[in-house]
């Protein structure tokens, strides 16, 4: 019942090491997995090299529950992520005759070359993750959840494979947004975050749009009671800081 | 002269692991080193903890020429950032004089409490990354570079600590984008960077303004004259591919 589900995210690609593509794919998958109940622990960005894409793998698979990768899965000699997943758990790779024949019902022969050929490519004991308007499928291989750099077919594949895994108690959270500054509130918020020890508090400045500093302040806890008392507390603490300091 | 400087990220930040914040810091930096010669290989996203920032942090430093964190230098009690660093170089860490300096002509005495303290402690050896208009300093220890994590103060860093960094040849990139399914070039596409090995050769699908399949190829390398021959063979094939298919 209490069990904590953690996840870790992989994603894969030159571009966006180089600045050149601008990651939209951690924030949506870190959203999603915090919807299910499951904890992003860590999140990784190496290049389409064979030996970075193996070490960061096989660390993060033997550490978190799951593991969420995203690129690297289309026809190009740039698309290497399946044959390195399959060299990082040790097993063959070759074309899956389920998308094989896929692409013959969809492609002619001309078209059916060996680039296409490469997106059937699919670890062996893989689980295809797909659907009909996805044309490479995704995977999933023990713990490993492989998908597209292409923000709305990873997407897709989010919804596909979501179903597939286990999820743990959701972390419940509740933020306000303080009329103060961070450092005038920061040691009561601290005394608060002491005494409340099953919660979580983070606070995040920033400006409002008069450009006054304001502070969110965010509480997070598995359990409805102990968030409901941290945040009860910093409320009568925001409270006491308006009197005193406004 | 062809010296390769290298470069990791390590953002620091719940904020990001839950979804609640979307990161705009990593693409910033990724394009920004690019610009200045620096090749970032990897980053890595952490949560508040102590444990995992050391270990990231370590691990990266070793890797790479620099690295640059964001995130965790404020004055609230989840920003342990300057602490986890400095027990990462097991060095000291107190408030630095000049910063207190600052603070005093600042703050009045109620205001400058032990929160905003906290801002200014510097782990020893570590030179600041300062201006006027920043409040909390980012610092640089060895080859750690210590932003915020807030993205307009973050660049703002970046501009003051760049000068002091070296740089390496710049990589340089050239692109074009093809009126072609990628699956349609993947083989062509291979055979060029099989024949040209020293560029790197991407390939990027998305759909144009119409909803049909265009390709963006990015060649990239040091040598201009080695990417303008990869280039221009990219461009030879494109156009064969155009008068074949369409």
Do not use: W
């Not at 895994?165 to 009561?188: F, H, N, T, W, Y």
């Not at 749009?209 to 598995?222: F, L, M, Q, Y």
């Amino acid at each position: 019942m209490t069990e904590i589900v953690t996840a870790g995210i992989l994603v894969i690609g030159d571009e966006i090491l180089s600045g050149r593509t601008k990651d939209k794919n951690i924030g949506f998958i870190a959203e999603y997995l915090t919807n299910i109940g499951i904890d992003l622990k860590e999140v990784r960005v190496v290049a389409d090299d064979e030996i970075a894409i193996i070490e960061a793998l096989n660390e993060l698979r033997r550490r978190y529950t799951y593991v969420f990768t995203t690129g690297g899965i289309g026809p190009t000699h740039d698309d290497i992520t399946a044959d390195s997943i399959a060299k990082a758990f040790g097993v063959g790779i070759g074309h899956h005759p389920d998308v094989v024949a896929r692409f013959r019902a969809r492609f002619s022969d001309a078209e059916l070359n060996e680039a296409r050929l490469r997106m059937a490519r699919i670890p062996d004991g893989a689980e295809l993750i797909e659907s009909a308007t996805i044309l490479a499928p995704g995977f999933k291989i023990e713990n490993v959840v492989v998908m597209a750099g292409v923000p709305s077919i990873m997407q897709a594949m989010m919804d596909i494979v979501s179903p597939r895994l286990k999820s743990g108690v959701r972390m419940l959270s509740e933020s306000v947004k303080a009329q103060a500054r961070e450092g005038d509130i920061g040691g009561p918020l601290r005394a608060i975050a002491e005494t409340h020890p099953d919660t979580s508090i983070g606070s995040y400045p920033s400006l409002d749009e008069n450009g006054v500093p304001v502070t969110s302040i965010v509480v997070r806890s598995r359990d409805a009671d102990r968030l409901r008392a941290a945040m009860t507390a910093v409320e009568a603490m925001l409270a006491d800081v308006k009197v005193a300091g406004r």
